[in-house]
């Protein structure tokens, strides 16, 4: 709260996003919660209001973000540690685009170490464990093996995982796999509107309507509005015919599939539920092709990225070098700002002292590996204990190494 100005405080899931909230409400903050769970009406409002300054602090997931350019972000704070430096770089990154004065703050303790590790372990299951999901899919759908390609249906993960008595966070991770794979696709919770097919023909269709007059208007709107409805499923919208109709949306159903059960028409109501659907024929679960390749240098390749940003947190290396170092701009100088420069600082080494000795020791070094006696007297006596605080560092940062008890360059 002594940090004026609007900030954004990230988390890993949607649940704490919550939870934070509430506590910075509790303490008279002005503050939301934001992920991708919400609608899109309540994420715009959140959103705009934040923008806007009428909301100072947004709790988030790494939903959020993406295209904003809010140039008075005063603080970021990370209270759990990204799975990897480019999101950490892009999401601090949006405090202080302003050019003044900006925190950005990240709280980390070895919980955050196992579980990044554990997600990782999750994220990749075994190729073995995939094909037992991918079995299990077609006990559940009932599919037989050589049929379901392009088949889609309602799909319920938890009630799947119960079922099955499979881990959720796994499960969803191979279903992604045989998704990656060309297997199946996965969709979210979007809407699929309903849709009606005539089944009958012109005639026929004209007889019922003379002996059932309950349809006649709900048919004759038919026949107006759906014109190809005699050809191929068209999709309606129940809610703008049923006040059309003057009817509840549930009368407007329950006539369609009383048409249905006639033979009038096909009718296959609206969908919001996540739907799955089979993109190739069942196969049995031995017969899926992997590229294992490509998955097993994806998965080291996310390993890379978890222990690259433990390190970063855990280093005692300017925080600034370490990230450009990571970018790839490796000439660069202590920031003098972060926590470890002013740790550094507060052992009287400052960081012209540092940058001075540092330069002469990599001179020294060139030629020759040295003991640290030798490189200590190359300096004054005075500066001994800053010199040795200095190779410290140095070693910290990766700039130097040590090489059968002597102070080496580090080798390419």
């Not at 940090?3 to 008279?28: F, P």
């Not at 806007?52 to 959020?64: D, K, Q, S, W, Y």
């Not at 005699?230 to 369609?256: H, T, W």
């Not at 059960?261 to 899926?288: G, H």
Request: some cysteine; overall charge positive; glycine content about 4%.
């Amino acid at each position: 709260s002594k940090v004026q100005g609007s900030g954004i405080v990230y988390v890993r899931n949607r649940r704490k996003t919550k939870e934070v909230a509430l506590h910075l409400q509790r303490r008279q903050i002005s503050a939301e919660y934001y992920h991708a769970g919400l609608s899109p009406e309540r994420r715009g409002q959140r959103q705009d209001a934040w923008m806007n300054n009428e909301l100072r602090v947004i709790v988030a997931t790494n939903a959020f973000g993406m295209g904003i350019d809010k140039s008075d972000v005063r603080i970021v704070v990370h209270l759990d540690l990204p799975d990897s430096l480019e999101a950490y770089f892009q999401e601090a990154g949006r405090a202080g685009r302003d050019r003044k004065k900006a925190y950005a703050v990240m709280l980390y303790n070895d919980s955050d170490r196992q579980k990044l590790e554990r997600q990782h372990t999750l994220s990749y299951p075994e190729l073995s464990e995939v094909r037992r999901i991918y079995r299990a899919l077609g006990s559940y759908f009932q599919l037989a093996i050589g049929s379901g390609e392009g088949e889609s249906f309602d799909f319920n993960i938890v009630d799947f995982t119960n079922n099955y008595s499979l881990e959720l966070v796994p499960t969803f991770n191979a279903l992604r796999l045989l998704e990656k794979e060309g297997w199946v696709n996965l969709s979210e919770s979007v809407y699929i509107p309903s849709t009606i097919q005539i089944l009958t023909d012109k005639e026929s269709l004209y007889d019922f309507q003379l002996r059932n007059r309950q349809y006649d208007l709900l048919i004759k709107t038919i026949l107006r509005t759906y014109q190809g409805a005699f050809l191929n499923p068209v999709p309606i919208r129940e809610s703008q015919l049923a006040s059309f109709l003057k009817i509840p949306q549930m009368r407007l159903r329950r006539l369609f599939e009383q048409l249905q059960t006639q033979d009038i028409l096909k009718y296959i109501p609206q969908k919001d539920q996540p739907q799955l659907t089979f993109l190739r024929e069942r196969v049995d679960a031995d017969n899926l092709n992997f590229d294992q390749k490509q998955y097993a240098f994806r998965r080291k390749q996310h390993e890379e990225r978890i222990q690259r940003a433990i390190r970063y947190a855990t280093a005692t290396a300017c925080r600034s070098q370490q990230l450009l170092a990571y970018f790839g701009e490796k000439e660069t100088t202590a920031c003098g700002i972060c926590d470890v420069c002013l740790g550094r600082n507060k052992t009287e080494l400052s960081n012209e002292e540092f940058q001075r000795f540092s330069e002469k020791i990599l001179r020294l070094l060139k030629h020759e590996n040295l003991l640290t006696e030798d490189i200590v007297d190359s300096f004054s006596p005075r500066h001994k204990n800053r010199v040795l605080r200095a190779l410290e560092f140095m070693l910290e940062e990766g700039a130097l190494a040590e090489i059968d008890g002597k102070m080496a360059l580090p080798r390419s």
